[in-house]
T-cell receptor
């Protein structure tokens, strides 16, 4: 059974601060996806990382996949109130499990003005 | 391009009843998977369908079932509802790529069991 440990569980910061969310596992994943979810809505895909050591940037968000493909991080620079939400990491094992994701418990981010 | 569409969005059922939820994947996507989201357990995988066949199954009781039609649309059914089945049920679809398979979610169906 693959498990993803996501930390921190809660994050409360002021606008303009930087933050990092971590996602760790003892299992290897073929890919890892990050989602953001608003209350009452489905998760919205932010990025998919596939290659070990891969770094992807999406405006102020930087995503990194660990060299061994067991961990990932999401870094937000100069957070804005609009970044508030639930951030989820999810790993895919691959093989015949293309549509099966293992999710972390999520990080609830609150950015105060 | 239309996203993943789920119906109904909200529903209230009584303990012991059954419920059917529907999902239309993104056009061209043949893999459809279902997830249950609760505050205590987070997002948990229910099952995945590809080409009308269940390919993977999560650790849920047999009361949870699903199917996929030839047009890739999918339904999930929960029989003999229990209070603990109250949750957001999410459907997701993907292209079924070997590498970097990106999975897109619908807005979910909120089920409340009373």
């Amino acid at each position: 059974t693959q498990l993803l440990e996501q930390s921190p569980q809660f994050l409360s910061i002021q606008e303009g601060e930087n933050l990092t969310v971590y996602c760790n596992s003892s299992s290897v994943f073929s890919s890892l996806q990050w989602y953001r979810q608003e209350p009452g809505e489905g998760p919205v895909l932010l990025v998919t990382v596939v290659t070990g050591g891969e770094v992807k940037k999406l405006k102020r968000l930087t995503f990194q996949f660990g060299d061994a493909r067991k961990d990932s991080s999401l870094h937000i620079t100069a957070a804005q109130t609009g970044d508030t939400g639930l951030y989820l990491c999810a790993g895919a094992v691959g093989g015949t499990s293309y549509g099966k994701l293992t999710f972390g418990q999520g990080t609830i981010l609150t950015v105060h003005p | 391009k239309a996203g993943v569409t789920q119906t109904p969005r909200y529903l209230i059922k009584t303990r012991g009843q059954q419920v059917t939820l529907s999902c239309s994947p993104i056009s061209g996507h043949r893999s459809v998977s279902w997830y249950q989201q609760t505050p205590g357990q987070g997002l948990q995988f229910l099952f995945e369908y590809f080409s009308e066949t269940q390919r993977n199954k999560g650790n849920f009781p047999g009361r949870f079932s699903g199917r996929q039609f030839s047009n890739s649309r999918s339904e999930m059914n929960v029989s003999t509802l229990e209070l603990g089945d109250s949750a957001l049920y999410l459907c997701a679809s993907s292209l079924n790529r070997v590498s970097g398979n990106t999975i897109y979610f619908g807005e979910g169906s909120w089920l409340t069991v009373v």
